[in-house]
């Protein structure tokens, strides 16, 4: 169809729309175009429910590593993974102060008053002068952990003159519906980012057809999501991979299950896997399914969300496969948990819904967030812990250039 697509004008439509300012456009023009591709990567597709987020341009330099976001139950790319609104947050900065005591630095709270005072609109300064004056300063990170196992680490803060303070700053201005394809291109090069989008249902009174009860079970997700990857070239490179909720479901099935298959293929996506990093999931189960038995009667919960009752028995010899190949592939991972419950306004229920112990999978590093279910995946700026532990997690994985 290549040369109808052409003679039709539809080429220079969807490169038209690629350019589109709203990425709900843009993103799925740029999947088309590199479909139509028959020169680069011919042997490459990417199936409807796959988002290439970066790169977007053709003939650019070879990726070196895929990143992949996989959402949760009822989220989706460009829902997901946007940018938390910031109207309530502002950074914590710390003013270094010299003491008495061996010269050590001693930080102290500087209020908004003050730090107006002394740097105005700090994106008016020349880097020379920025580079002086923000190394008297400490700057938090946003989404700072309450609490972290022995195995987690920082960063926690930077030093004012640090390039992603002023890039921060700039950030506050405008708004990201999918900071992964906004924020980490710009942040690490080389690397190709894709985004996978599912259908789900809380309920089974939803509009779906009878048979979906079967397709939409956590087995047959993963394999059909396998092969939509291995289409789309994943397994050739290193991998790091990123998901919220039940999408770290989704990645432990497909892990194991490549672990175990005798197609080279799809084994690449566990032999290439880097690093695994879960924001909120719920390795043993959720309450979500243990509302009263009235709410039980009314919803009818579907299947995705019977699957996720805490100690179902799937689960968690799930977890313990996945546990097993984390020791034998040498998977680091990094786990996020939420500790403020999510308003659900149409139960009119406050709901925490991956308690702690859930989330923690009992390896690697793990960090108790001050964010809700909804809102731990979305950083409020590049200064946010969130998303600063994922990029120093892909930049320790992104080969050096030659």
């Known amino acids: 169809m290549l040369h ?228 789309a070239g994943l397994g050739s490179r290193p991998i790091v991979w990123v998901a919220h909720s039940m999408g770290g479901l989704l990645v432990k099935s497909m892990l194991t299950k490549a672990s175990k298959d005798g197609d080279e293929q799809m084994r690449g996506l566990c032999d290439n896997t880097k690093a695994v990093v879960f924001y909120s999931v719920p390795h043993r189960g959720s309450p979500l399914v243990y509302l009263t038995q009235v709410a039980q009667l009314l919803w009818w919960p579907s299947v995705e969300v019977r699957e996720l009752r805490e100690n179902y028995p799937a689960l968690l010899c799930l977890h313990t496969e996945f546990l097993n190949l984390v020791e034998k592939a040498n998977i680091e991972v990094i786990s996020f948990a939420e500790t403020k419950p999510t308003h659900i306004s149409s139960l009119h229920l406050q709901l925490k819904f991956v308690p702690t112990e859930s989330a923690n999978p009992g390896v690697g590093e793990f960090f108790e967030i001050p964010q809700d279910h909804f809102h731990i995946c979305k950083p409020n700026s590049r200064q946010s812990f969130l998303y600063q532990k994922l990029l120093h997690l892909i930049q320790k994985y992104l080969p050096a250039d030659e």
């Open 4 to 231: 109808h697509f052409f003679v039709t004008g539809c080429i220079g439509l969807l490169a038209q729309w690629k350019q589109h300012p709203d990425i709900r456009l843009s993103v799925p023009a740029t999947r088309a175009l590199a479909n139509l591709d028959m020169d680069d990567t011919p042997e490459i597709k990417f199936s409807s429910h796959l988002h290439l987020l970066h790169p977007t341009m053709r003939h650019v330099d070879l990726p070196k590593l895929d990143v992949v976001f996989i959402h949760g139950l009822l989220g989706g790319v460009f829902f997901t993974w946007r940018q938390r609104g910031h109207e309530h947050t502002s950074p914590s900065i710390l003013q270094k102060s010299s003491s008495s005591k061996g010269g050590r630095d001693i930080g102290c709270n500087i209020s908004d008053e003050r730090m107006k005072e002394y740097l105005g609109d700090v994106t008016e300064f020349k880097q020379d002068e920025w580079d002086m004056l923000g190394s008297d300063f400490e700057v938090v990170l946003s989404d700072c952990p309450e609490n972290a196992n022995v195995e987690g680490k920082g960063p926690y803060s930077y030093s004012g003159c640090h390039p992603s303070v002023r890039q921060s700053l700039e950030d506050r201005k405008t708004f990201s519906m999918c900071w992964p394809h906004d924020w980490l291109p710009q942040d690490c090069h080389h690397l190709r980012i894709i985004g996978v989008n599912y259908d789900s249902n809380l309920s089974m009174w939803t509009n779906i057809c009878p048979v979906e009860s079967i397709t939409r079970n956590l087995e047959y997700r993963s394999k059909e999501l396998m092969k939509k990857l291995t289409q």
